[in-house]
């Protein structure tokens, strides 16, 4: 895995850096630029290698889906392309787009493009596009139970219950941020209180937002109003909601947030998608879509210089990482990210109306997301001064840049401050958007671990845990316990393992198109890339917490751990990888057998 990783920085290097690095402070050293190029990439990505995928996988929009089919209310319930490509990009944007390219800066503005660009056209969009489709031909059900059919149950078990944990992970550690965003205030030592208006304001217009989407879907599916109305309507009483929070923030502490953030997550896990999960992460779409808009004015507004290298080396100097893997680790959400599969084939096919609409919210929404990821470096390129990289946090430094250029543009201060507090807004919003998908995606695939689809019946056993108020009580009763324990300990291995999550995506897929007479090179090289920069990172992690331990410079509580975790995980990859070949072996050796037979 190393050796491959060499080879592909040797290449980068010769081939790419001489080029741009000659263009240091010229041309490409400007966010129009950047921006311009990398838009007509992915438009032109969209048309012509988006449309082909559509082509291969037989995308016919007069075939019925699963929401259709299975349409119960709860989970399969059919919605319009705009609404469900507002939850889908909701759930999968995040706060990922933003924070991996500012992070992954270290390594130049070049590769860190680079990757978004060649990973989100070949690699992301792939990936969310081909979950979808192959879920909406198993009858909607999540990738565990697309493996088991076509891998077999062994797999599906060890895929899932793998996938399970990464959400438990997320659960714990995206609670922990929600009830950060919102914590009202803190105490000194001395006993006096520290209150944080930001936050007491992202609050009351995160709680506000509840009952606006509860009432959002109850006109569009059960009374039938206008879905370009309601639009509107709701936008504008999106936009009372933020001006009410930062006119009456709330100031209560963190561990109340807490309690109310699992209370919540629960109710949304079982509740009818249609009640609060899709509305509310359609109206919070208006938000991102607001956010990369007012990026957008802002770097056409000012034209920023790119102020931080083309490329700092293999290794860089501010953190000593080396470029391989670790770049193709941290830009996850803003090029391909392993849990964007589980939203794809646990949520988003459940809801699909028509398969036409694959391409725009499997593909499209995807390659938005890299436009984000791209916005975010040029922030990152803007605010880099003096060879160091701005300080805050990636959120921070987000807002800072934009509402920096509307400075830049004369606008007033006031202006200027509600610009930097809304896209913090809407950064917290989108925490709590994706925080809510996976806590119903660890309930579906907990559901799957007591069901399998070639058993004749389950057990009582087996029917209890399969229960959904059960496996949610237990998600998110274990992802709260893992939240006061401190998920930190294990933190730093979430990036290896959300995109390891995207090798058994592509194997599945691959082994179904396989099994169908179809070409899946397409889904065969991004996942032996995906493998080998994923294996490494957990090889890199085990051998430095080792050393560490062994030289007495670790504890075992987060070394130690982090050692115990990582060798399973690397066993686990490396079973799914190697049974999926040798499905995908067997069936090539019989299409050779029966080309020879010919």
């Not at 007509?40 to 996988?57: D, I, N, P």
């Not at 944990?165 to 105490?187: K, M, N, P, R």
């Not at 599969?341 to 609409?357: F, H, P, V």
Request: with cysteine; glycine share 10%.
């Amino acid at each position: 895995f190393l050796e491959y990783g060499a080879i592909l920085s040797f290449l980068f290097k010769r081939i790419v850096i001489k080029i741009l690095i000659k263009h240091q402070g010229g041309f490409f050293m400007k966010g129009i630029t950047l921006l311009v190029i990398t838009i007509l990439c992915f438009l032109v990505a969209y048309v012509t290698y988006g449309s082909w995928l559509a082509k291969q996988w037989d995308i016919d929009p007069k075939r019925k889906t699963p929401a259709h089919d299975f349409e119960d209310g709860v989970d399969y319930i059919p919605a319009k392309a705009p609404v469900l490509l507002g939850h889908h990009f909701a759930s999968i944007a995040g706060a990922g787009p933003i924070n991996g390219p500012i992070q992954a800066a270290v390594f130049g503005w070049v590769p860190v493009l680079l990757w978004i660009i060649l990973g989100g056209i070949f690699f992301g969009a792939v990936q969310d596009f081909s979950a979808i489709v192959v879920s909406i031909r198993h009858k909607g059900k999540s990738l565990g139970e697309v493996i088991e059919e076509n891998i077999g149950h062994r797999c599906k078990m060890l895929f899932t219950i793998f996938s399970w944990l990464v959400l438990l992970l997320v659960v714990a550690a995206f609670s922990d941020i929600v009830a950060s965003t919102f914590q009202g205030y803190s105490i000194n030592p001395d006993g006096t209180k520290v209150f944080y208006s930001a936050n007491g304001s992202v609050a009351t217009a995160s709680m506000l937002f509840i009952p606006l989407s509860v009432a959002f879907g109850f006109l569009v599916y059960r009374k039938n109003a206008p879905l370009a109305v309601s639009s509107v309507v709701g936008v504008l009483l999106l936009a009372l909601c933020i001006a009410l929070g930062l006119k009456y923030p709330i100031y209560l502490s963190k561990t109340f947030w807490l309690g109310v953030v699992f209370v919540y997550i629960f109710i949304a896990s079982v509740t009818p998608v249609w009640i609060l999960l899709q509305p509310r992460d359609y109206l919070n779409s208006f938000l991102l879509y607001f956010m990369i808009i007012a990026a957008v004015v802002g770097i056409l507004g000012t034209n920023p210089a790119i102020n931080l290298p083309a490329f700092t080396g293999w290794t860089n100097s501010f953190n000593g990482q080396v470029m391989f893997p670790y770049l193709f680790i941290t830009v996850a959400c803003g090029a391909i990210s392993g849990f964007h599969s589980l939203i794809a084939s646990g949520t988003t096919s459940k809801q699909l109306n028509n398969e036409g609409d694959a391409k725009l919210i499997g593909y499209g929404s995807m390659l938005i997301e890299c436009v984000l990821a791209v916005i975010a470096l040029i922030a990152v390129g803007a605010l880099f001064s003096n060879g160091k990289m701005p300080q805050g946090t990636p959120a921070v430094v987000f807002a800072s840049a934009i509402s920096g250029f509307f400075s830049k543009l004369g606008m007033g201060q006031v202006a200027v401050n509600t610009t930097f507090t809304v896209i913090s807004l809407a950064i917290s919003a989108f925490a709590l958007t994706s925080l809510d998908t996976a806590t119903r995606l660890g309930r579906f695939l907990f559901q799957e671990l007591f069901t399998s689809n070639k058993a004749k019946e389950n057990s009582k056993v087996q029917g209890y845990l399969g229960n959904m108020y059960v496996g949610t009580f237990i998600t998110v009763g274990l992802g709260a316990v893992l939240c006061l324990g401190g998920y930190q300990n294990i933190w730093p291995l979430f990036g290896a393992c959300n995109q390891l999550v995207a090798v058994p995506c592509f194997l599945g897929v691959s082994v179904w198109l396989a099994k169908k007479g179809k070409k899946n090179f397409m889904l065969l090289i991004p996942m032996f890339f995906m493998l080998a920069a994923t294996m490494s990172s957990l090889l890199i992690s085990f051998k430095t917490n080792l050393v560490l331990l062994l030289n007495g410079k670790g504890s075992l509580a987060v070394q130690g751990l982090q050692v115990v975790v990582s060798l399973p995980i690397f066993v686990l990859a490396l079973i799914l990888v190697v049974e999926g070949m040798k499905v995908l072996w067997e069936h090539r050796k019989k299409k050779m057998g029966v080309a020879n037979s010919v």
